[in-house]
């Protein structure tokens, strides 16, 4: 099962909230209370229980309907509060206003551009060993990277140059070729060389990761997999090949 992360949760929990609003406004409106007030109120709380849904699912067009939706709510709910109170509480009128406040800060359009782009990147995992394959692949699957995954040296290297992809997380002892020479054959290739291999293995000492260094792998990490270092090891190096990248671009 996937691991909610904060922007799920918010997603989640706003929907929930402006489904049980909807069907509040809806029910008044069918009792002829409020009447035209409560339909409008109801199709804009509708509108917002989708919108956060998706929103939880990193689409920034849903942050966006969101954001003006709650505005709306906080200028239409700013009249009705004043000449109906009893129908729409004043405290609702000041919580659309702080979600429409917090869903336009910068940090967090921010937020959502990071995560956009992390779809984007993808993530060669090469293991023989299946539960260190699912603990890394769930690690990063949840923060919106692409994953792919290969049990042997001969499959990962052909997945690398065939998929192309961003980064790889590469074993060292596997059956057939090993991790160091499929590690060395990457960066011969003229096609692979510019991909950041990053050692996922067991085997954690002086030699050994000079060894990994030696064939040409960007740094080193230890199993069991620590999410903290997994996370932070793979951004860095993302950053610094896209930054790289883009001013290779300039120099053209």
């Given at each position: ?11 989640c ?25 409560s ?45 109906f ?8 009128v ?12 910068p ?22 060993d ?58 011969a ?37 620590n999410r ?25």
């Amino acid at each position: 099962m996937r691991k909610m992360n904060m922007l799920n949760f918010i997603g989640c929990a706003l929907s929930i909230f402006y489904t049980i609003l909807m069907v509040v406004y809806y029910l008044d409106f069918r009792m002829n209370e409020h009447g035209l007030h409560s339909l409008i109120l109801s199709v804009i709380f509708l509108v917002l229980s989708v919108s956060s849904f998706f929103m939880g699912n990193q689409k920034n067009w849903a942050r966006v309907v969101v954001l003006w939706g709650n505005l709306v709510l906080g200028v239409y709910g700013s009249y009705l509060s004043f000449y109906f109170p009893s129908f729409l509480s004043p405290s609702y009128v000041i919580m659309f206003a702080v979600t429409a406040t917090f869903f336009h800060l910068p940090s967090v359009r921010g937020w959502f551009e990071y995560l956009t782009k992390k779809n984007w990147e993808c993530i060669l995992i090469i293991d023989d060993d299946l539960t260190s394959i699912k603990i890394a692949r769930s690690i990063l699957v949840n923060q919106g990277y692409s994953v792919l995954t290969t049990t042997s040296g001969e499959e990962g290297l052909e997945t690398a140059r065939e998929k192309n992809p961003d980064l790889i997380l590469l074993d060292v002892i596997m059956p057939g070729l090993k991790g160091r020479e499929v590690c060395r054959k990457l960066k011969a290739d003229e096609n692979t060389r510019h991909i950041p291999v990053v050692f996922l293995t067991a085997k954690d000492s002086v030699d050994d990761i000079k060894a990994e260094m030696d064939a040409g792998a960007e740094t080193h990490l230890t199993k069991p997999v620590n999410r903290g270092k997994l996370l932070s090891t793979v951004s860095k190096l993302l950053d610094r090949k896209n930054g790289q990248k883009v001013r290779s671009q300039n120099k053209k």
